[in-house]
């Protein structure tokens, strides 16, 4: 009796001390940890709605599943990718960097990062949940415009409503600490004009986060108060408007798409200068070409409506607006291709998917310039050509910086290096089978097959084929990126402290893996890099 | 250890993730209680209002425990100018987004009076608009009639609503005098300003109640009498909110001066809350100005 009580406490324990570690923990890399395991997971979620879809349209006509559940799948994919997976991959990515980057000991309010993590699960255990629930989940698009999510949407509308006030209230707490910490934690030797990419983009987009979220909230309480409470804020019949609805939802919007980029455009930043063995070529212009698309991405929302109804001399402000945005970004492309220029370039995976990144985004931007022209928008507006294009800024761009910064940064998180073969055949596999998917959406769109819906013309059969094999394929090569996450964390050659040659920065002082707790002391910048270091002395190690 | 720690950063703790169920239990709860109530889908049987009780209740528990802990800390000298200085920028920062909030609201106010109302009474190229829904639709604000229909009358600025604008005026100043006086160590002064301070937002919250049981019982003015009564309600609504939650802010800091709390130099939760405080005065002088007056 008493040995077998010994043997059960400390299993139980153990048990206990791995559940506290993990709901109660303070740590910025824990968390950074959670939030990335956290965007993974929804990754395979909505990877697999996404799925669905396209094995629904391999042909022409309904094999299936019913209409009414394939949008449900597309709206729910929407959100999970939007809300679920790069937001919190990016801030994932931002609790176990910022404070490596800028010298601090942890992020500002370390409980608080605490609540903007937990609040997830459940914000998105409520969202999933409603596709149990009677009248199905939400099934008008991620962009839920009114009527269709006030006066038809589900009962579990009401659901997915709190479940963006959480997500809300997480979103803003989040970028609130973030800020915190690049303005107060940073070493003092660091001037904000020394900072990494990273973390400059990171603080504008936490700006942005905290300047749009509070607009989301707003409108989805229109949208409650609407279904419930009588007000007409999106019927006519009552003086309100439903393209009013549109109007917030897109001043939302448009700075929420530059959410979802701007830390890409960071960790290109950091990984180009590195395998390129250069410094970033022109980094005061990339600081203030970030700060300017952030500026104008408030006054663009109108080119998401220039079909549904606005005077002319609206959308004619609108798209030139829109296509202002285009220097800035124009100025970071060519930075990034002039960092490139005559550097002593090798190809390791993150510089891969850099490139990679680079390349497909700016395809992406140029769709996003035809796509800003009033007149031609009227062609291309709610085709498959706007699928192509969001999700040629999206994948490569959001994902694949996301999946660069992994491969980059997961030697100082594990302590191993990855396999390189596999992650090199991850990122080929990738980069066709993307292309493979979404390319034939512009001939698709331009051709006038709409988006979101379940069945298509027979002449859209062929390239639809294409993108459903393209996606099968797209969808493996994320399985193998789970499998090489998952063996370089089992081991693998053990990583240096600087683990890349032409790594520079702060965040390669500390050993690999990086001790849990680092710079209690602020370090000083710049920091000595020692081009043939091997191993230091350890920081710390409590 | 002889030097105080640098950035204090605590090692664990439980409220966060109480935080999390408390909103998650609050969130479900809400949907509940609305879809028991709601016509539209008449959920019986859910025990949507209790679970949204107990929600409420947790988020106070919270609130309770955490600030508690923070406040121990902040006893026993575990935080530096550091995190102090942390714990302003993020107030203001909150701030920030709160005003974003309220923004969204006004945008739908400016939206209504200077588009959707009047494009319905075919202003500009919308004609045809008009003729075809509702061509006996004319435009006015306040919206005495929708165009389906709903007749309301408008809520008078110069009575109720200007007796609260000078209260809550008076009320900024009122927290700005204890402010000094906290400065200056005169805890009396502080104590009295403080509880003037307290007593004004009181006021102004039952005054509100008044203004709206005339509203509802005198004007036909309601959440559901179009875009009027929308805007209406939700910015005084939300706008009520927030001073309902400044002034249980202001009674906690009440409450801590008479214990004993805050020094002349360490007091960050006082001036947070009236950073707050200021905030919703502000607000109201913007809603004064565009829901009552103009």
Partial sequence: MVARAEDVIPQRSALWAFITRWLLTTNHKDIGTLYLWLSFTLFFTAGAMAMAMRLELFEPGLQFIEPLFYNQMLTMHGLLMVFGVVMPGFVGLANWQIPLMIGAPDMALPRLNNFSFWILPFAFGLLISSLFMDGGAPNFGWTFYAPLSTTYGPPSTDFFILGVHMMGISSVLGAINIIVTIFNLRTPSMKLMDMPLFVWTWLITAFLLIMVMPVLAGAVTMMLTDRHFGTSFFSAAGGGDPLMFQHIFWFFGHPEVYILILPGFGIASQIIPTFARKKLFGYHSMVYATAAIAGLSFVVWGHHMFATGMPLATELFFMYATMLIAVPTGVKVFNWVATMWRGSMTFETPMLFAIGFVILFTIGGFSGLMLALVPADFQYHDTMFVVAHFHYVLYPGAIFGTMAAVYYWIPKWTGHMYDERLGKIHFWMAVIAVNLTFFPMHFTGLAGMPRRIVDYSLQFADFNMVSSIGAGILGLSQVLFLYIVVKTIRGGEKATTQVWEGADGLEWTVPSPAPRHTFETPPEFPPVMNRDADERTPVSTT | ?294
């Avoid at chain 2, 950063?9 to 109530?37: D, E, R």
């Avoid at chain 2, 106070?60 to 006893?75: D, N």
């Avoid at chain 2, 004609?127 to 435009?139: G, Y």
């Fill in chain 2, 1 to 294: 250890m002889s030097e105080a720690p640098r950035y204090h950063v605590p090692h664990s703790s439980p409220w966060p993730i109480v935080g999390s169920c408390a909103l998650f239990v609050t969130a479900f709860g809400a949907v509940n209680f609305i879809h028991q109530t709601s016509e539209k889908i008449g959920a019986e049987g859910s025990f949507g209002k209790p679970i949204f009780y107990t929600g409420l209740a947790m988020i106070a528990f919270m609130f309770f425990g955490w600030f508690g802990t923070v406040i121990r800390e902040s006893i026993r000298g575990m935080n530096s100018g550091l995190l102090d200085r942390s714990y302003r920028m993020s107030m203001a920062w909150f701030i920030l987004s709160e005003v974003m909030f309220f923004a969204v609201f006004f945008g739908a106010l400016f939206y209504a009076r200077i588009i959707s109302v009047p494009w319905l009474a075919g202003a500009g190229t919308n004609l045809e608009t008009h003729l075809l829904l509702w061509p006996d639709f004319a435009e006015t604000w306040p919206l005495f009639m929708t165009p389906s229909g709903d007749a309301t009358q408008a809520m008078e600025a110069w009575g109720l609503p200007f007796i609260n604008t000078v209260i809550l005026v008076t009320s900024s100043v009122t927290v700005t005098f204890a402010h000094w006086a906290l400065k200056k160590n005169q805890r009396i002064l502080l104590g009295a300003w403080l509880g003037l301070t307290v007593a004004l937002g009181a006021t102004f919250l039952t005054l509100q109640v008044v203004e709206y049981i005339h509203a509802y019982t005198e004007l036909g003015l309601s959440l559901g009498a179009g875009i009027y009564g929308s805007t209406f309600f939700m910015l005084t609504g939300f706008h009520g909110a927030h001073v309902t939650m400044g002034t249980i802010m202001l009674t906690v800091m009440l409450c801590r001066v008479l214990t004993g709390h805050f020094t002349s130099d360490n007091h960050f939760a006082f001036e947070a809350t009236s950073w707050y405080w200021h905030f919703v005065d502000v607000i109201w002088l913007f809603l004064f100005t565009f829901v009552y007056w103009f």
